[in-house]
Every structure is written in C-alpha cells, then in structure tokens.
T-cell receptor, first 114, second 113 residues
Framework: EAGVAQSPRYKIIEKRQSVAFWCNPI?????LYWYQQILGQGPKLLIQ????????DSQLPKDRFSAERLKGVDSTLKIQPAKLEDSAVYLC????????????FGPGTRLLVL | GDSVTQMEGPVTLSEEAFLTINCTYTATGYPSLFWYVQYPGEGLQLLLKATKADDKGSNKGFEATYRKETTSFHLEKGSVQVSDSAVYFCALGLYNQGGKLIFGQGTELSVKP
C-alpha cells in the first residue's frame, strides 16, 4: 500500500512570494490533515478535511494560507504572501473514517523563506 | 485547553541503557494517546498508542501505559540501540474533534555505541 505522498520535498522562496504544496493521501482515506512543524517544536494542525469538506481550520492563518481538496482526494496548501516565520516543515497526514485517530504522515515539505 | 508536555531533550544514552521519556497531558474528555517517532530525514511514524486508561501500547521493545490518575503516558525501553536515535513525540488524539492530534514539543534521543 502506497503511503502519503507530498511534493515538493524542499522549497526556498523569498518573503512575499507565493508557494504551493501538494499532498496525495493513502487510497481510501477520507480524512486529510495539514500540519506545520516549526524547527524544535511538535507539529501543529493547520486544517483538517473530511472528503472535500473542512472539519477544522481554526489554526489556519486565513489572511495568507489557503487549502483545498476539491475532489476529496489530493489536496493543495498555498501560502501567499509568505513571511519569514512561515519557514517550517509542512506535513500532510491521512486517516480512515473507521480509525480516524491513527494518522499516517507523509515525508513533509521543508520550506525556507528568505 | 488540551495540551501535551514532554521532558526536554536532548537525551543522550549509551547503547543498552534504559530509556524513559516523560509525557504528561491535559485534556477534557477521554483522549487516545500516542507516541510518534521521527528518524533523521524522514516523516513521522506511529510507534505505539493506547486508547483508554490502563491500556499499554507496545512496539519494537518500546512501551507506554495510559495513566489517567497521573495524566501521563511515559515512553520506556529496556535496552536502547544506536538505531533508536530519533526525535520522539507524544500526542493526544481527540476523537470528538475529528481525530485531531495535539503534539508535545518532541524529545531528541541520541544513543552512543
């Protein structure tokens, strides 16, 4: 069974530029999560989808971050414009409806904003 | 609010030493508890979990017991190996919030030969 796929693995941009990350969850997993992991900290949930609907986006900085999961499968997270403090690893995870608490994580996208 | 506190690292041990990484939590309701591991350059992997009080999760020689009375979920291993060097994250899962995970800050473990 293929795991959670993410791309790109690394991205370097300048502040005020925009960037997008892509995630393809494990096949059949209805729930998809985006986390932000700042260096030296644990991951923090940004947004959670169930199928193509948003379950929780309370921690998403909506003035600059957006995310979508239009067909209920893969998802895109966008930052526009980026700030220096957005430098972090962005992790995507997925889980099944029947076992929603067991999340499987992708390798992450490491973003550096200069 | 819901939160997780882990002992600070880095923790440096010699091979075959006993490992304990402390984790305590604050939560409303009855969360599930998890330990995730992050090896260098890799993503987070689920190490073990426990879903209710007094449950013991175990995997790869690691163990943790869900202690509701002390709100703790300490990770232990009797004899660590160099290959156990990684960052370990304690997390609580909130089933009533769609399975949302709240993570501690992580504890880096370095095992020397």
């Amino acid at each position: 069974e293929a795991g959670v796929a993410q791309s790109p693995r690394y991205k370097i941009i300048e502040k005020r530029q925009s960037v997008a990350f892509w995630c393809n969850p494990i096949s059949g997993h209805a729930t998809l999560y985006w986390y932000q992991q700042i260096l030296g900290q644990g991951p923090k949930l940004l947004i959670q989808f169930q199928n193509n609907g948003v379950v929780d986006d309370s921690q998403l900085p909506k003035d600059r971050f957006s995310a979508e999961r239009l067909k209920g499968v893969d998802s895109t997270l966008k930052i526009q414009p980026a700030k220096l403090e957005d430098s972090a690893v962005y992790l995507c995870a997925s889980s099944s409806i029947s076992n929603v608490e067991t999340q499987y994580f992708g390798p992450g996208t490491r973003l550096l904003v200069l | 609010g819901d939160s997780v506190t882990q002992m600070e690292g880095p923790v440096t041990l010699s091979e075959e030493a006993f490992l304990t990484i402390n984790c305590t939590y604050t939560a409303t309701g009855y969360p599930s508890l998890f330990w995730y591991v992050q090896y260098p350059g890799e993503g987070l992997q689920l190490l073990l979990k426990a879903t209710k009080a007094d449950d013991k999760g175990s995997n790869k020689g690691f163990e943790a017991t869900y202690r509701k009375e002390t709100t703790s979920f300490h990770l232990e291993k009797g004899s660590v190996q160099v290959s156990d060097s990684a960052v370990y994250f304690c997390a609580l899962g909130l089933y009533n919030q769609g399975g949302k995970l709240i993570f501690g800050q992580g504890t880096e473990l370095s095992v020397k030969p």
